[in-house]
């Protein structure tokens, strides 16, 4: 069933105050614009009518802030052009005139962002997943094979490319360079990570050597962070040639097709700000196959699913690093942290 209009305007809401109190107010003024049309059944109410999925999870406000944020990149936005010149929003009544304006012009860009999630690419989770990974490779000693589920472009499947200044001390020698605000006393990580095979799925990869699919990625990037930006330009370059496989196909099913666990290597299933998008019938699904998986593992194959996901509340504030090992299952909490990477603080066990 289509999402109720109440639903969408709670999610907008939801959404706007995060953006707002992260810094990212064109976004979140362009969110509130696109609101007050939704209130008067105006053209952005006709384009989200028949949205069939939770809002809030499905991330639909930044469906919307994606597709302006496309066309100002293209240099088609508008009298909302030189809003993402300069970085300051108009009056939210002629925000939504503007915005009401671009989305009569470029439907099909806006229904097309509609039919499809959010795909980030946010190369500084690594500062959270990092922590995690480095605990698997050191409890087992082997190298790691990476199985990303929803990996988009694939560059979270370079953790070892990267080095990280956690502000009280710093990791790794890699080329990707990262920042991120350690909130506690400074762990003991592995030095470096050995990575075998780096394989991933989705079911709309993006290939960064498409100018258009590019495109599309850098628009789901907030415009008022040209950092993130620069980021993940240096990311792409720095992955280009690993040679890491990511297949088009839906994450379960491609997961139930894996073989593994294989010996002589941890077989690390992760996802980051994935499980939002399954419904509840998806999650349990994907419980049971990690559970299936792990019923497998032996001291010479074992298996390690890392996930890093927002509460189970959706609040999209608190963030959490979880790991669970086989042969066992014991799942542990590693850390909180910022959705975009920027500060983690590990948790006491």
Known sequence: MPASKADILAAFERQSEYCRTRGASLTAALIDAAAVDIKANGPVAGLVKNFGEDPAKGALALRIAGAVHYLANKGRAGSLQPAYQSLRAPGEAEFAVALVALAEAHGTVFQSF?????????????????????????????PLDLYELGTSGGLLLAPDQCSIDYGSFAWGDGVIALKSDWRGEAPD????????????????????????????????????????RQTFDAAISATRDLGAQIDCDDALEWLAARTVPKSGTVSVVFTSVFAVYLDDGETTRLHSLMDDIGAR??????????????EAAMDFVTFNVDVTTWPGGERRRIATAHAHGRWVEPVSN
């Open 297 to 310: 593992a032996t001291a010479a194959a074992p298996i390690a699913f890392v996930q890093f996901e927002p």
């Open 189 to 228: 990580l592995v030095k470096r990570l050995d990575i075998r095979h780096r394989l991933g799925c989705d079911r709309q990869p993006l290939d960064f050597s498409d100018p258009e699919q590019l495109d599309i990625a850098h628009s789901y990037i907030w415009p008022e962070d040209p950092r993130r």
């Open 114 to 142: 509609i039919a499809r999630p959010p795909q980030t690419n946010e190369i500084n989770r690594l500062a959270a997943l990092i922590p995690a990974m480095s605990e698997v490779s050191s409890r087992f000693d082997l």
